[in-house]
């Protein structure tokens, strides 16, 4: 072998120590940063919501500055975003197929993103936490979000007294 190969070898060993250090400090950011995700997300997220024993839901409000709860569309579980300026309980198409909403009267909802078509499902259950109304109008055609998340609106909370504090809602049954 001579004095070429060897220096060849050399540097190519070098280039490989390298980069396999290069990777190696990569990979302990990326684990150190993904670590520091779970905790801050864990830290941060919000208490659960809690009954009190009068039956006052008390949900706190999300990082997001919205109020979120745990429900039930004609029993088929959801994660309802509290939408005091919503007219209606409003679901997606695919939530409202898995929930058995079938049928319905065409509707045109007016959102703050424009007018969207989609049908309204009559008497149907609705639960937020403990609260529960038997015969709720349900809007199919919500757009955005994830299958198992809908609006939760007047139609539900008029059943109920709601008042809103800088870090809480809560819900009384009337």
């Not at 198409?93 to 898995?98: M, P």
């Amino acid at each position: 072998m001579g004095l070429q190969d060897r220096d060849y070898w050399r540097d190519a060993h070098k280039a490989r120590s390298s980069t396999s250090r290069h990777f190696m400090v990569l990979l302990v950011w990326l684990v150190l940063m993904g670590a520091l995700y779970v905790a801050f997300d864990r830290v941060l997220a919000p208490p659960k919501p809690a009954v009190t024993a009068t039956g006052n839901l008390h949900i706190p409000r999300s990082r997001d500055g919205h109020f979120y709860i745990e429900g039930t569309v004609n029993g088929r579980p959801v994660e309802f975003l509290v939408d005091t300026g919503a007219s209606s309980v409003f679901v997606s198409e695919q939530l409202a197929q898995s929930a058995a909403l079938s049928g319905g009267t065409p509707t045109a909802f007016h959102t703050a993103n424009g007018t969207v078509q989609g049908r309204t499902v009559a008497r149907i259950p609705v639960t937020a936490g403990p609260l529960s109304v038997s015969a709720v109008s349900v809007g199919v055609g919500l757009r955005g979000g994830n299958s198992n998340q809908a609006l939760l609106g007047q139609n539900f909370l008029s059943k109920f007294n709601v008042s809103i504090s800088q870090s809480e809602m809560v819900i009384q049954p009337r």
